[in-house]
């Protein structure tokens, strides 16, 4: 009876206990585990990851401010000289090229050494860039006084570039020298507009890309003119039989082709209006030509051009000692 | 016998089940829940967001382009007017603002109604914008070969400008009432040039900032003097004399400032050089004045001025109905 009592009792003891694990096993059961509560605040911290990184990316999407290095390498030489609204021009130019992804600035100085206000400047721009100088000889340069179109300016300090680039690629190895076989090189002077998009059209160029060039030669723009994907003649308002009548804002070249055409270069003794053809011509035939920016019907960069400042005040003034302090960079 | 037996069976398969159920609960103690699998992709997943939206925030941050919001927002109020080179200095005057963080460029349109070109201009450029338009009357308009002194161009469109900006601050509420009571106004022409630099001196002013100007007047800058910290002369080739003898790209006024003087606005009738004192005066004395860039020893802006294209060969080539497709905008 005892004995009974007490199986009786373990036996209660026991269901009791059993049942208890029994009921929470079939709770487990079809829930394999519940993280239901943990899981809700990582869900919740994914999403909130996931929105502030999708801000992020189209933050720097519609800005188009991404760095981006996996693309194209854009190569750009610029030819700039001293005048008084050298680092305004510089400036602005800066802000544009700062939103262009994977750009080097080739700026070649017409100066016999570098300049502290450019060497300061490119070091302050934030930008990638190669500081190099090429004095233009003097019975080449144009004169105070002497129309804008009597001599090609900047053909010198283009070489220059050129000559630099070449260098660099006869020293490139590997990784670099694959990078430099899809880079592309344009020439871009100080006072023009340039649009991002532009950069966009000419980065893959597989020879000489082109496109219209706003208000340019007395003309609203100049372009060629595209038919069946073709170029097959200028629109221009002077000397349509020139070998290639496009400015040179108008024209990008594949770096491996100028590595590989190592005459190709500019003739600071070209006739007014030759400057483009001189170089162009050692590369291809208008045939080669590569349309851009919608079959050359946009125009993506437009020639404009800085007034001079007058100084008349400036010069009174310091003729009676009241000039502005000449320690002031303008 | 039999029932000692089914007892035992029932027993027995009982004790089985719940002894599993035991085991399985007692399996799940101590570990509430066994979420770890489910936690490892999860906290693989958050951590790998982490690294991605840490690697976006680090690449903004140095490439300088944040659009900050915690810094007060800078209201850029642009007059406008359609001409050959408009398209051109608004692309590269957007391209400085889109690196400013904060700011609210309002564009007002010297015309009846908004135009195509500044529409769809304004909607690509990627800046937050208000577009505003408001033609000047006709006898207060330059005519064609007016020299360009001969009447203020702009007032109209600043006072069209001023209105938005009051009226909007009339009916802010809240956070955005607050933010407006830190941010200021600047007066930005589409043909200067800006440096980066110049807009994070204006972003804090108390009433009204000022600093030198290059290339202005005549001069190499006009610029406010400083002495012990406060502005005692100016610095200018023209009438020095003048209430505020400044260009209008000189200085910044708080916002707070222009909602609680609603009679500050520019008087379309000013005299040749008085533009900027007829809005100043309403505002400030010398006194007043809040010297930025160094103590104006920095030159941030310059007042430069693109030259009129010529249309020689357009026109001549119109007349044959040679002329450049009318439809291509430039």
């Not at 900047?154 to 020293?171: D, P, S």
């Not at 532009?198 to 030669?217: D, H, Q």
């Not at 040179?248 to 003739?267: C, E, W």
């Not at 483009?276 to 030509?289: A, G, K, N, R």
Request: proline content about 5%.
């Amino acid at each position: 009876m005892r004995m009974r009592l007490k199986l009786k009792t373990v036996f209660v003891l026991y269901f009791t206990v059993s049942l208890l694990g029994l009921i929470y096993a079939l709770m487990q059961l079809g829930q394999r585990c519940d993280c239901r509560g943990h899981d809700m605040s990582k869900d919740q911290q994914i999403s909130q990851l996931r929105g502030e990184l999708q801000k992020l990316q189209e933050h720097i999407k519609t800005s188009e401010l991404a760095k981006k290095t996996d693309v194209p390498r854009i190569y750009v030489i610029t030819p700039t000289y001293a005048r008084l609204v050298q680092k305004a021009e510089l400036t602005r130019l800066s802000h544009t090229f700062l939103h262009v992804p994977h750009l080097h600035w080739i700026m070649v100085e017409d100066a016999p050494q570098p300049t502290l206000l450019v060497t300061d400047f490119l070091a302050a721009s934030g930008l990638t860039y190669t500081h190099l100088h090429q004095l233009t000889p003097k019975d080449r340069k144009l004169q105070e006084g002497d129309p804008s179109w009597l001599k090609p300016r900047g053909a010198e300090q283009r070489n220059e570039g050129l000559r630099w680039l070449r260098e660099m690629g006869a020293a490139a190895e590997g990784k670099e020298a694959a990078a430099l076989e899809e880079a592309v090189v344009y020439f871009a002077d100080d006072d023009n507009t340039y649009s991002l998009q532009l950069f966009e059209e000419m980065r893959y160029t597989y020879r000489v890309s082109v496109w219209p060039v706003g208000l340019v030669g007395g003309m609203k723009f100049e372009r060629p003119v595209v038919e069946d994907g073709k170029v097959v003649r200028f629109h221009t308002g002077w000397r349509p039989n020139r070998p290639f009548p496009m400015d040179m804002a108008g024209f990008a070249v594949s770096l491996r082709f100028i590595l590989t055409t190592p005459q190709a270069r500019f003739d600071g003794d070209a006739q007014m209006g030759f400057l483009e053809s001189s170089f162009l011509q050692h590369l291809v035939t208008m045939d080669d030509l590569e349309p851009k920016a919608d079959l050359c019907t946009k125009v993506l960069v437009w020639h404009t051009r800085t007034e001079k400042p007058k100084m008349k005040r400036e010069d009174a003034l310091q003729k009676q000692g009241l000039g502005s302090d000449p320690d002031v960079e303008v």
